[in-house]
């Protein structure tokens, strides 16, 4: 018997849960991923490859700030949408 979509998020979940509890460096298992960020904004910044390290490094900077400022706005929302439909829930 196959699982549903739900179960599938729950056992993934379960494991990625796992898979952190039991690393001793979390900072290392996540410097690839970072790299590549900050890569992918240096290219979106500075796609010739011709500004100065540090302007470009400002810049990369300010687009990834401003990355989690959008992140946050998102999760901000999301919150208020849960909180609106247990409301909703509540008063039917």
């Known amino acids: 018997m196959s699982e549903s979509p739900t179960q599938r998020r729950l056992h993934a979940r379960a494991a990625a849960l796992t898979g952190w509890a039991k690393e ?3 900072t ?3 410097q690839r991923w970072r790299d590549g960020f900050l890569a992918k904004l240096e290219r979106e910044v500075d796609p010739e490859g011709v500004m100065a390290p540090q302007e470009r490094a400002e810049r990369v900077e300010r687009l990834r700030l401003a990355h989690l400022a ?3 706005a998102a999760a901000s929302a999301a919150a208020a949408r849960r909180r609106e439909e247990k409301a909703a ?3 039917t």
């Open 70 to 72: 959008k992140a946050s």
């Open 89 to 91: 829930a509540r008063s």
């Open 24 to 26: 001793p460096n979390r």
């Open 28 to 30: 290392a298992r996540t």
